[in-house]
Structures are given as structure tokens and as C-alpha cells.
């Protein structure tokens, strides 16, 4: 069975611009979380979706956002990039949120 | 959310050596997680832990449930170089989200 998929793996912005994260969850898992792994913070929780509703957001502002598909797969955006936002976002499913969650390689974001 | 505090931060220990790290909170969880997680990579899940007092081994790993629900450890017997990275536990709250410890990070040396 594949495991979570992520991509861009890596991926380079400027200041002000916003991007866009893809990840694909293992087949048959629901849920899909997000989250954002810095040295500094470690890693923190941005949010969860399950069944194309999100459930659950960490303490991260608006310009984070994210959206699940029909088909589980899901996506997530940041506006108005800031020097900050520069971190490993990992993408994890799971069956319905609330078993063993998987994780993804990863998309390096750095913010110039 | 509930703090896991992982200890120790990091270790350097020689090929053959045993290493044991654990995890606390101030908080009673149902669940406890054992992820790896290597340069350039996600985090890996080593060892899933759901009942108090669990033992629970993955080759030359073995985690413990503690009966407190408050604290969970892991061991690794007879490391090898290939075992560094850094470890991670991780404990989800009502929410189905995960809290992370900091991470132990673990280098050996041949």
C-alpha cells in the first residue's frame, strides 16, 4: 500500500507571495492533518480534515488555510508568505482521525 | 495543548550501546506514539501504544505504556549507526491532533 504522498518536496517563495501544498492521503484513509515543523517550535499542529470538513485548527492565523477533496486528497495555502513561514510542512492521514496517524516526506518551504 | 517533555534532548552513544529516552505530561493520555524522524524526512511510526502498562517491542525497539497514562519509554538495544535521527513521542488530544515532544536526537558512532 503507498504511503502518504506530498508534493513539492521542496519549494522557494518570496516575501508576499502565496503558495500551495498537495498531499495524498494512504488509500482508504479519511483524515488528513496538517502540520509545521520548525527548530525552533518543533512540531505544531495547523489543522485536520475529514470527509472535506475541516475539524479542528491549531493557533496558526488565516492566511494558513487547507481544503480536503472528494477523494481525500487535500491541500493547503499560505497567503502573503512572511520570513516565518519558512519550515517542513507535513502532511499525516489516518483512518478516521482518531487512529494512528502517518506521515508524509514533508514539502521544505523557504521564504525569502 | 498538553506538553510532552522528552529527555534527554539529545545523546551520542557508540555502536552496540543501549539507549533509553522517555516522555512525560502533565496530562493522562490514551495514547502513546513512538515516530523517528530522519534528516529530510517525515516522521516514521516506530511503536503504537494504547493500554496502560503495555510492552511493546519492534525489534530491537520496545516502548512502555506507563501506568500513570502520564509517561511512556522507549529502548534500544544494540544500536547501530543506522539508528540516528531524531525521536520523537506524540500523544493526540481530543481533537485529532498530535502532540509532539521535542524529540531526542540520537547519534552513534561505529
Known amino acids: 500500500k503507498a504511503g502518504v504522498t506530498q508534493t513539492p518536496r521542496y519549494l522557494i517563495k518570496t516575501r508576499g507571495q502565496q503558495v500551495t501544498l498537495s498531499c495524498s492521503p494512504i488509500?482508504?484513509?479519511?483524515?488528513v492533518s496538517w502540520y509545521q515543523q520548525t527548530p525552533g517550535q518543533g512540531l505544531q499542529f495547523l489543522f485536520e480534515?475529514?470527509?472535506?470538513?475541516?475539524?479542528n485548527k491549531g493557533n496558526f492565523p488565516g492566511r494558513f488555510s487547507g481544503r480536503q477533496f472528494s477523494n481525500s486528497r487535500s491541500e493547503m495555502n499560505v497567503s502573503t508568505l512572511e520570513l516565518g513561514d519558512s519550515a517542513l510542512y507535513l502532511c499525516a492521514s489516518s483512518l478516521d482521525g482518531l487512529e494512528t496517524q502517518y506521515f508524509g516526506p514533508g514539502t521544505r518551504l523557504l521564504v525569502l | 495543548g498538553q506538553q510532552l517533555n522528552q529527555s534527554p534532548q539529545s545523546m551520542f552513544i557508540q555502536e552496540g550501546e543501549d539507549v533509553s529516552m522517555n516522555c512525560t505530561s502533565s496530562?493522562?493520555?490514551?495514547?502513546w506514539l513512538w515516530y523517528k524522524q530522519e534528516p529530510g524526512e517525515g516522521p516514521v511510526l516506530l511503536i503504537a501504544l494504547y493500554k496502560a502498562g503495555e510492552l511493546t517491542s519492534n525489534g530491537r525497539l520496545t516502548a512502555q505504556f506507563g501506568i500513570t497514562r502520564k509517561d511512556s519509554f522507549l529502548n534500544i538495544s544494540a544500536s547501530i549507526p543506522s539508528d540516528v535521527g531524531i525521536y520523537f513521542c506524540?500523544?493526540?488530544?481530543?481533537?485529532?491532533?498530535?502532540?509532539f515532544g521535542k524529540g531526542t536526537s540520537l547519534l552513534v558512532t561505529p
Open positions: 496530562s493522562i493520555f490514551n495514547t
Open positions: 488509500s482508504g484513509h479519511r483524515s
Open positions: 506524540a500523544g493526540p488530544n481530543s481533537g485529532y491532533a498530535l502532540n
Open positions: 480534515y475529514f470527509s472535506e470538513t475541516q475539524r
